[in-house]
């Protein structure tokens, strides 16, 4: 399995505004998948985009995925402070998956 | 349909004890995960289960550590003999399919503390 590495560590924006986190990753993959995790819990599911699909939408959340440059970004948009989370990336071939140490996202009122 | 359920929540032990976690996936699930989370770190796999038989454990260490998932019952992830660096958060996630690719549902974790 391999890891995926998501950029930036931390990001503090205000309730309203959209945030963009990456995730970059090594070798080919199967499909991708995005998770969130609360303090203190477990991981939540939010979206899985294939290998080829370029772009996928749930509700206020966009992933879209680039093969050649072997990367992924998360947009959330109208973000609240409910949002305030870590988010991890796990880019998957055929085998498990495996997690990044995330992105901090701090949404203030 | 109750998520996966993991017990006890919040474990202390001290050194030199043995620690039992367990884990219930989903209804219908029959794919069980084990991930350790130390402090302001991601996720790291430690071993996937099916009933009665254990299919990756590449990531679990190779002393102390053990992991089984009967036919009945939950999965058990047993660490004998803790030391101060087992402490973490321990999450079981399921799955219901083999086939990829495959989402994962993910308990509440159990926090080991090791005195």
Same mark, same amino acid.
């Given at each position: 399995?391999?890891?995926?590495?998501?950029?930036?560590?931390?990001?503090?924006?205000?309730?309203?505004?959209?945030? =963009?986190?990456?995730? #970059?990753? !090594?070798? $080919?993959?199967?499909n991708?998948q995005?998770? *969130?995790?609360?303090?203190?819990?477990?991981?939540?599911?939010l979206?899985?985009?294939?290998?080829?699909?370029?772009?996928?939408?749930?509700?206020?959340?966009?992933? =879209?995925?680039?093969? #050649?440059? !072997?990367? $992924?970004?998360?947009?959330?948009?109208?973000? *609240?402070?409910?949002?305030?989370?870590?988010?991890?990336?796990?880019?998957?071939?055929?085998?498990?998956?495996?997690?990044?140490?995330?992105?901090m996202?701090?949404?203030?009122? | 349909?109750?998520?996966?359920?993991?017990?006890?929540?919040?474990?202390?032990?001290?050194?030199?004890?043995?620690?039992?976690?367990?884990?219930?996936?989903?209804?219908?699930?029959?794919?069980?995960?084990?991930?350790?989370?130390?402090?302001?770190?991601?996720?790291?796999?430690?071993?996937?289960?099916?009933?009665?038989?254990?299919?990756?454990?590449?990531?679990?260490?190779?002393?102390?550590?053990?992991?089984?998932?009967?036919?009945?019952?939950?999965?058990?992830?047993r660490?004998?003999?803790?030391?101060?660096?087992?402490?973490?958060?321990?999450?079981?996630?399921?799955?219901l399919?083999?086939?990829?690719?495959?989402?994962?549902?993910?308990?509440?974790?159990?926090?080991?503390?090791?005195?």
């Amino acid at each position: 399995s391999q890891q995926g590495e998501e950029d930036p560590q931390a990001l503090s924006i205000q309730e309203g505004e959209n945030a =963009t986190m990456n995730c #970059s990753y !090594k070798t $080919s993959i199967n499909n991708l998948q995005w998770y *969130r995790q609360n303090s203190g819990r477990g991981l939540v599911h939010l979206i899985l985009i294939r290998s080829n699909e370029r772009e996928k939408h749930s509700g206020r959340l966009r992933v =879209t995925l680039d093969t #050649s440059k !072997k990367s $992924s970004s998360l947009l959330i948009t109208a973000s *609240r402070a409910a949002d305030t989370a870590s988010y991890f990336c796990a880019p998957s071939g055929y085998s498990t998956l495996t997690f990044g140490k995330g992105t901090m996202l701090l949404v203030s009122p | 349909n109750a998520g996966v359920m993991q017990n006890p929540r919040h474990l202390v032990r001290r050194r030199g004890q043995e620690a039992r976690l367990r884990c219930s996936p989903m209804k219908g699930h029959s794919h069980v995960y084990w991930y350790r989370q130390l402090p302001e770190e991601g996720l790291k796999f430690m071993v996937y289960l099916q009933k009665e038989n254990i299919i990756d454990e590449s990531g679990m260490p190779k002393e102390r550590f053990s992991a089984e998932f009967p036919k009945e019952g939950p999965s058990i992830l047993r660490i004998q003999q803790v030391v101060r660096g087992d402490s973490a958060a321990y999450f079981c996630a399921s799955s219901l399919t083999i086939d990829r690719p495959y989402e994962q549902y993910f308990g509440p974790g159990t926090r080991l503390t090791v005195t």
